[in-house]
């Protein structure tokens, strides 16, 4: 594996300082903005629509005392998997569930490090295979993996890792983490920029801050934009200038995928992503350190991408879904996306169709800081919240 060093390979035109481990002074202003909350917009900013019309409903909870989780599946029989960053797997069946502890090799639970997403695979119904993504490593090198392992519907198998993320860093954060498959069954995931390495999200052989593309045993599909750099490390881009992204979800309607990432204070981002795009971090941002520093001169720049959506103030989006023609319990909400926020603490439906992006927060009793969302197999709405007494909630249509 690559281990970076810092600033290397950079553009000092473009990159007019370094960025350097946190004081504790800047750590108590990271921890400050974390908390602050807000509702403004800015530039490519979202409009507020109030007026939406819903549906009436009901909301369950499925499972409680949850241990900071981070993502949920549900499976064909109504089974509910739930990632907890110190590696447990709370399987949610009915009104019971179990705490199941998976055998991740390496796995570096520290910051916002630990077992991360879960998807389940095209032919899960005759392989039982669920893909993971975690953190892996010490605090002097560490890395996103990508995992699969079996599950017999009581426990799993030991994970195989099936990918590496090849560039190492020396921090406990920015793993963003979110996997997504998509109709060609290749996996798309997103890798993030450390956050102490952010020029490396430039920097096309280094594979931080990056969306990065393999097949589902690991190798590199023939048609990414990159396959034919010198540098094999290149090879598995499919997209760069990504800060921390943790949405990643396939628009089926418009053919198109669809992904947000956490910006620093403010210049939270969503894009549709193209393969070989620059999205620009850091070298376009909206957003400022937490410091209140400005991180670059330029929220334009030749041949970078501008964000579909701009967020500023932050409201720190973390999961995402889409709801499309295919899901009819909420048939006000199809072709919209659902946003869970850590700052803003709602949970925001957004128009996505025809590209109106109008933004209304849905079933207001549901608040705090929401990590994750779900759309069920019969089309419900499933919601997990952050923390250490975490809930899995399901939103359903009132009978």
Not at 171 to 179: D, I, K, N
């Amino acid at each position: 594996m690559l281990k970076i060093t810092r600033l290397a390979q950079l553009n000092k035109g473009i990159f007019p300082h370094t960025s350097k481990h946190l004081s504790c002074k800047q750590w108590l202003l990271y921890i400050a903005f974390s908390f602050v909350t807000s509702v403004g917009v800015s530039k490519n900013a979202i409009a507020s629509d109030t007026t939406l019309p819903l549906e009436t409903y009901n909301i369950h909870t499925l499972a409680t005392g949850l241990n900071a989780p981070w993502s949920m599946v549900e499976l064909p029989d109504g089974t509910w998997l739930v990632t907890e960053r110190d590696g447990h797997v709370v399987m949610v069946k009915g009104n019971s569930q179990k705490r199941l502890n998976v055998n991740f090799e390496g796995l570096y639970l520290a910051g916002q490090g630990g077992l991360l997403d879960i998807l389940l695979a095209p032919d899960y119904a005759q392989s039982n295979t669920v893909y993971f993504t975690y953190a892996q490593g010490n605090l002097s090198a560490n890395r996103l993996v990508i995992a699969k392992a079996q599950f017999n519907g009581t426990e799993f198998s030991k994970p195989q890792i099936v990918y590496t993320v090849a560039t190492d860093k020396g921090t406990p954060q920015h793993y963003a983490g979110r996997a997504l498959i998509l109709p060609d069954n290749t996996l798309l995931f997103s890798s993030g920029d450390g956050f102490d390495y952010r020029e490396q999200a430039q920097v096309v052989t280094s594979q931080l801050g990056k969306m990065l593309r393999i097949n589902l045993d690991g190798s590199i599909p023939n048609d990414n934009p990159f396959k034919d750099h010198t540098n094999p490390n290149a090879h598995a881009v499919f997209s760069l200038g990504h800060r921390n992204a943790q949405g990643l979800v396939f628009d089926y309607d418009a053919k198109r995928i669809v992904s947000h990432e956490h910006g620093p204070a403010g210049g939270d981002e969503l894009n549709f992503l193209s393969a070989g795009e620059n999205y620009g971090w850091p070298v376009i941002t909206y957003g400022k350190d937490y410091s209140q520093a400005r991180i670059s001169p330029f929220t334009q720049y030749k041949g970078m991408k501008q964000p579909s959506i701009n967020w500023t103030p932050s409201i720190a989006p973390s999961g995402m879904a889409y709801y499309g023609t295919r899901d009819s319990v909420f048939a006000s909400l199809q072709k919209h996306l659902f946003i869970t926020t850590l700052v803003d603490r709602k949970l925001y439906a957004v128009d996505i169709n025809n590209n109106r992006f109008k933004q209304t927060a849905v079933f207001p009793e549901i608040s705090g800081r929401l990590r994750d969302v779900f759309v069920s197999n019969s089309g419900n709405i499933a919601i997990l919240t952050d923390g250490k007494d975490a809930k899995l909630l399901l939103v359903s249509a009132a009978k």
